[in-house]
């Protein structure tokens, strides 16, 4: 496995396991939203599998490229999720102290 990937994977499984930590599991209300992070660890797990088993062999572009498509897709999924977050939260920059 190249550095890069080494890298990538390093982050990915960082990303897992935060999003399966219960403080956002009890945030993750929303049952379609449990689903996209459950599907993310799974194919997190799908690359760290592909990664180790191409040692010694050439790596399968069309499993990985797969995998790293469904990833982005989930990736987006989450950040739209927490973009719709904020912005429900944006009233809070007009408050201030009564003085």
Same mark, same amino acid.
């Given at each position: 496995?190249?550095?890069?990937?080494?890298?990538?994977?390093?982050?990915? +499984?960082?990303?897992?396991?935060?999003?399966?930590?219960?403080?956002? =599991?009890?945030? =993750?209300?929303? #049952?379609? /939203?449990?689903?996209?992070?459950?599907?993310?660890?799974?194919?997190?797990?799908?690359? #760290?599998?592909?990664?180790?088993?191409?040692?010694?062999?050439?790596?399968?572009? #069309?499993?990985?490229?797969?995998? /790293?498509?469904?990833?982005?897709?989930?990736?987006?999924?989450? +950040?739209?999720?927490?973009?719709?977050?904020?912005?429900?939260?944006?009233?809070?920059?007009?408050?201030?102290?009564?003085?």
């Amino acid at each position: 496995m190249s550095m890069d990937n080494n890298l990538f994977l390093d982050t990915l +499984e960082q990303v897992k396991e935060l999003l399966s930590s219960s403080s956002v =599991a009890a945030r =993750a209300q929303d #049952a379609d /939203l449990g689903d996209v992070i459950t599907e993310f660890c799974e194919l997190t797990d799908q690359y #760290a599998i592909q990664q180790s088993d191409s040692k010694g062999r050439p790596e399968d572009i #069309a499993a990985l490229s797969s995998i /790293l498509k469904k990833l982005a897709s989930k990736i987006d999924v989450i +950040e739209e999720h927490n973009l719709i977050s904020l912005q429900k939260l944006k009233f809070l920059s007009k408050i201030s102290p009564k003085i």
